[in-house]
């Protein structure tokens, strides 16, 4: 009888623990699931369809006096037809206007462009030239030519059409077209082609929100956490700081959008888009982050290393300054590198002060327009076309990849400076 | 003029600054010895002191006029524009004096010369803005850092005058956080008040109706937006409600393995990965729900031969889920873990197994603080925003079907203010309606879930 019992009680904990267990499995799968899942889809975005054109190009119709390529003549040149031409030298048979205008869309719209961008590059003296350049298939094209586009819908259906599948296919025998480094994906802004599409823009737009980020948050969130920590008398306006900081700590991201919209777009007139703003709101989202874990910090340092400096006749701010700050330095890090890395994911107050624009410059100053990253993800994954998916995932690849390395430096600097006193 | 932008003029006040610093550290020494004795402080305070004097005054005056300048300029020039022609109404004169001031810094080209003559007359009076700017924060600094090393003498104490100047400045950055929340609620209650004139409040509380598109020219026919936020509500805490029964059990059970069972060596590799999930941003997940997760169980429901909407509850919230399963894990693990370890020995010196221990002594024991990690994490899932954005559906249908599209709070305020909108709109303003709801829903459940852990945390101190 006791027996039984005991066993049934023994079942019930191993019961326990197979949920626990179970439940932890789930966890990891599902993490793992979603890293798989999105790094399926995006490492194709690690290359890109190229064809190849050689173009005779005079570049006397361009030169000024000084024999320099003079910008304007050449934004007036019709370099797409050139592109054009020496595509339909491939193909000769096509002729009928409807035929062609398919065979064009088999390259990128924006190859003319870029061939000027190349022949800008490469500065050539006036005079006659014939380039052998790689340019960039059409999303669609590239996109089949990677498997992503099925062909067994009907063709109608379908973003490419049997005609232009030939062409692809014969280009690809010929060798003129093939599956090249995506080197646009990491040296270009935002475009509206997929092919000439980048993260560059985002990620010198999120380094700029970042560098705002720290500098607003931390500097405030030092000061902050040894004021608490040492010269705030308890008393009703401590304890009300406390609990202000505690609870922005939990407040939704997105109402500090809705701030930083109302504050600093509306009230003080500071610029739409501007990684300047996005940077405040972040750091006023980060702030309580970093003080919290400022305060850890400090509080974990020795009260006699502060008696002792104290006891020598250090005054309460030399002791803080000179004494305590410079030991809880590395905590203090590790909390600014976590809130950091929280601020760098953060997307939904970027939408709230218009951080979502498409913009094709990358950003140079604090006040000009600018996206972020993950805003970036975001958009990308909204448009229609295939092909921003992958570039999507790939994007968001190196995002968490990013952010992993960044906590993972926070663990190795804990363990690092971590002390027993 | 000579052009003064902002990024010179803070680093010729720094200079200013930094040249006071050591005129009065060199200052206080003559000054010693003309009175014949020691400083009472360290020549490098009085240093300090006239620095901080120079400095921070002048700084304060700089932000005040380069955020304020501009504005009192835009303001002038409205006035002017609307002078000049009394018929146009608000939005279109602001629409004028936006390509006055786009054209004044060659962000746009223009032939129209009514505007030409307005931009160049901008950009004077901006130029003039900016000299006078610097002119004013380099005199100040000037001036003040004069009077203060002028004044300083070896017989008093400057660090006591830093130190207190420094506790001051401490003091203020702490109170920063007050100054955010009250920011954060007058901003939303002004813009929400504003809305309450438009649209009657307790209609908007009440209302079972949620379209808000309206006219966007007034002589457009349109139907009237409503604004009744009830089907949002039920939206948001539909899905809400999907990521808990998802995030609780797989959060709590994994949290108790841990905390009871787990050899350190498994903690030691499952926490950090855990901690991965959480360090994930949303807009991934959101990527996730909508691309893998929504697809997914559209799939399985087409084989069952159920209708499931592209736009789920059931795959937002299952991601939702997912993402607030380390959040419950973490929090749970500290509040069992925080359980003192005599209650557990008592329990098993009385013959209980660890099972029942777990069952009958230490969860009772750590349920204040269980509700409270359950509560943050369910106003985290009522606040999140990107995966309902990205993966929940736009319109607002009164429904508890997880299967159909629901929108949530956060959807609706970003599809309102994302997109070209004009400040003034009914619709920009109902955003502002909805997010003091949320501010102020996710605030009482974050006040509760913090009072009860407390509560906990004094329990067994």
């Not at chain 1, 935002?190 to 931390?218: H, K, N, Q, W, Y």
Request: net charge neutral; glycine share 6%; charged share 15%.
């Amino acid at each position: 009888m006791i027996r039984k019992n005991i066993r049934s009680r023994r079942a019930r904990e191993t019961r326990l623990k197979i949920y626990g267990i179970s439940s932890i499995c789930f966890a990891l799968i599902m993490l793992a699931t979603l890293l798989i899942s999105i790094g399926l889809n995006g490492y194709s975005a690690l290359q890109q369809a190229y064809f190849k054109v050689d173009i005779s190009v005079n570049t006397e119709k361009f030169v000024d006096e000084r024999d320099f390529l003079n910008n304007k003549k050449m934004n007036l040149f019709n370099w797409d037809g050139l592109v054009q031409s020496a595509l339909r030298e491939f193909f000769p048979e096509v002729k009928e206007r409807d035929e062609k205008k398919e065979l064009f869309a088999i390259i990128s719209a924006n190859a003319g462009y870029d061939l000027k961008e190349i022949v800008k590059k490469k500065a050539l003296g006036s005079g006659s030239h014939t380039l052998s350049v790689w340019l960039h298939l059409s999303d669609d094209a590239d996109q089949y030519l990677k498997g992503r586009l099925s062909i067994d819908i009907p063709e109608e259906d379908r973003r490419i059409n049997n005609k232009q599948i030939a062409w692809v296919n014969s280009l690809v025998e010929r060798d003129i077209a093939k599956l090249k480094f995506n080197k646009a994906f990491f040296t270009s802004a935002d475009s509206r082609e997929p092919e000439s599409a980048g993260i560059l823009g985002s990620v010198v737009g999120s380094a700029l929100t970042l560098f705002v980020t720290v500098m607003f948050a931390l500097p405030l969130a030092i000061m902050a956490s040894i004021y608490l920590e040492y010269f705030a008398k308890p008393g009703r306006i401590t304890d009300f700081i406390e609990v202000n900081i505690n609870n922005l700590a939990a407040v939704p991201s997105i109402v500090f959008g809705l701030l930083g919209l109302s504050v600093f777009l509306s009230t003080f007139g500071l610029p739409r888009s501007a990684p300047l703003v996005g940077g405040l709101v972040l750091g006023l989202m980060t702030l309580p982050t970093i003080i919290i874990a400022s305060r850890a910090s400090i509080r974990s340092i020795p009260p006699s290393i502060r008696e002792a400096a104290l006891g020598l006749g250090a005054s309460k701010m030399q002791a803080a300054m000179h004494h305590v700050l410079p030991l809880a330095a590395p905590g203090i890090l590790t909390g600014t590198i976590i809130g950091m890395a929280q601020a760098l994911g953060e997307t939904a107050p970027l939408l709230m002060i218009g951080m979502v624009a498409f913009i094709i410059d990358i950003p140079t100053t604090f006040t000009s327009s600018a996206t972020a990253m993950p805003v970036q993800i975001y958009m990308w994954s909204d448009s229609a076309e295939r092909a921003f998916y992958e570039r999507s995932s790939l994007a968001i690849l190196f995002l968490v990849a990013f952010l992993i390395s960044m906590n993972l430096l926070a663990v190795i600097l804990r363990k690092k400076f971590e002390k027993k006193w | 003029m000579p052009n003064l932008p902002m990024s010179l003029v803070f680093f010729m006040l720094i200079g200013t600054s930094l040249f006071f610093y050591f005129y009065s550290k060199n200052n206080i020494l003559k000054k010693a010895a003309f009175v014949g004795q020691r400083s009472k402080a360290l020549p490098s305070h009085y240093g300090q002191q006239s620095f901080l004097w120079a400095f921070i005054p002048s700084t304060i005056i700089l932000l005040f006029l380069t955020v304020g300048g501009p504005n009192y300029i835009d303001q002038l020039f409205y006035d002017k524009i609307q002078e000049s022609n009394p018929k146009l109404n608000q939005s279109f004169v602001s629409l004028i004096l936006a390509k006055v001031i786009n054209v004044s810094n060659g962000k746009i080209a223009t032939d129209d010369e009514k505007i030409l003559t307005l931009a160049s007359d901008y950009k004077a009076a901006i130029d003039q803005l900016y000299f006078y700017r610097g002119l004013v924060v380099i005199l100040c600094a000037a001036l003040v850092g004069m009077f203060v090393s002028s004044l300083q003498s070896p017989r008093a104490n400057a660090r006591e005058n830093v130190e207190k100047f420094i506790i001051n400045i401490f003091f203020v950055s702490a109170v920063i956080a007050i100054f955010t929340t009250v920011a954060i609620i007058l901003s939303l209650l002004f813009e929400a008040l504003r809305f309450f004139s438009l649209y009657n409040f307790f209609d908007f509380l009440f209302g079972l109706h949620w379209a808000p598109n309206v006219a966007i020219r007034s002589d457009q026919v349109a139907a009237a937006g409503s604004f009744g936020m009830i089907p949002v509500l039920v939206g948001t805490l539909l899905i809400s409600f999907i990521a808990m029964c998802v995030a609780i059990p797989i959060g709590l059970f994994s949290a108790i393995y841990l905390a009871e069972f787990a050899s350190p060596r498994t903690r030691d590799f499952v926490k950090p990965t855990l901690e991965i999930l959480a360090g994930i941003p949303t807009v991934v997940y959101g990527y996730f729900a909508a691309l893998t997760a929504a697809p997914f169980f559209r799939e399985i429901g087409f084989s069952l031969g159920l209708d499931v909407s592209s736009e789920s509850a059931l795959a937002a919230g299952a991601v939702m889920g997912i993402m607030i399963i380390p959040f419950i894990s973490s929090l749970s693990d500290d509040v069992i873990r925080a359980v003192p370890q005599s209650l557990r020995d008592g329990s098993m010196g009385l013959g209980a197994t660890k099972a029942e221990t777990i069952y009958n002594v230490v969860l009772p024991a750590a349920i204040p603080g269980l509700v409270g990690a359950v509560l943050l994490a369910v106003s985290r899932a009522i606040g999140e925003t990107m995966i309902v954005v990205m993966a929940a559906g736009l319109s607002a249908s009164l429904t508890v079907n997880p299967l159909d599209s629901v929108t949530t709070v956060t959807v609706q305020i970003v599809s309102l203010l994302t997109g070209d909108t004009e400040f003034d709109d009914i619709k920009t303003l109902s955003a502002f309606g909805l997010g003091l709801a949320l501010f102020f829903f996710t605030l009482l459940l974050n006040i509760f879930a913090l009072s009860i852990s407390r509560r906990l945390a004094e329990r067994y101190d």
